[in-house]
């Protein structure tokens, strides 16, 4: 079983059309990173959220960390065919606990958008 | 911006050869870098964390004397995966730590392009 669980596994959807993915733990952690990761290539960092409650922006990505640094969510507005690809949340375990220092790392969810 | 620089990219081989995988920094000193595996359509995987000057660490599971990981300095970290069969076959990708750019644990982590290993 994995630590942070990530919903959907896929979507598919048009371009101009909104989306959210998920990221979601029982687990806290002391920061969070979302990936997109294209085919034979390896993860791209989009961001890093740190504090409980954060929001952050880039450009139509909007990433908000839990209040209680659980979860994570990413929203794409009015997508477009280049945000195609694998999107991956991964965690850091806080300080001391299993695992710390490493990244857990979410099943993924793989976005499609077409034209 | 931070590059990791993994080579090479893809490579085919027979079983039985051993492999060897390099992993560079470009622009910045990484004390840990980190050597993952990925099948088709799936998460990453963590194999090891390699520690500049000291010994790697494994993952439950991952066979030490399979997956030799040496990190002789700052910049560079390899992986050689011994005596190949096509059960090792996969995306082989690693990661650097970048300490100056946050504090703690938190520091983003920069990921190489991948490896694709192919073993006949």
């Known amino acids: 079983t994995q630590l942070l669980e990530q919903s959907p596994q896929f979507l598919s959807i048009q371009e101009g059309e909104n989306l959210t993915v998920y990221c979601n733990s029982s687990?806290?952690?002391?920061?969070l990173q979302w990936y997109r990761q294209e085919p034979g290539e390896g993860p791209v960092l989009l961001v890093t959220?740190?504090?409980?409650?954060e929001v952050k922006k880039l450009k139509r990505l909007t990433f908000q960390f839990g209040d209680a640094r659980k979860d994570s969510s990413l929203h794409i507005t009015a997508a477009q065919t280049g945000d195609t690809g694998l999107y991956l949340c991964?965690?850091?375990?806080?300080?001391?606990?299993?695992?710390?220092?490493?990244?857990?790392f979410g099943a993924g969810t793989q976005v499609v958008v077409t034209p | 911006g931070a590059v990791v620089s993994q080579h090479p990219s893809w490579v085919i081989c027979k079983s039985g050869t051993s492999v060897k995988i390099e992993c560079r920094s470009l622009?910045?000193?990484?004390?840990?870098m980190f050597w993952y595996r990925q099948f088709p359509k799936q998460s990453l995987m963590l194999m090891a964390t390699?520690?500049?000057?000291?010994?790697?660490?494994?993952e439950q599971g991952v066979e030490k004397d399979k997956f030799l990981i040496n990190h002789a300095s700052l910049t560079l970290s390899t992986l050689t995966v011994t005596s190949a069969h096509p059960e090792d076959s996969s995306f082989y990708i690693c990661?650097?730590?970048?300490?100056?750019?946050?504090?703690?644990?938190?520091?983003?982590?920069?990921f190489g392009d991948g490896t694709r290993l192919s073993i006949l």
């Open positions: 990661s650097a730590r970048d300490i100056t750019r946050a504090k703690g644990y938190n520091q983003p982590q920069h």
């Open positions: 687990s806290v952690f002391s920061s």
């Open positions: 959220v740190v504090t409980g409650g």
């Open positions: 991964a965690g850091v375990r806080p300080y001391l606990t299993d695992s710390w220092g490493k990244l857990q």
């Open positions: 622009d910045f000193q990484a004390t840990t």
């Open positions: 390699s520690n500049e000057g000291s010994k790697a660490t494994y």
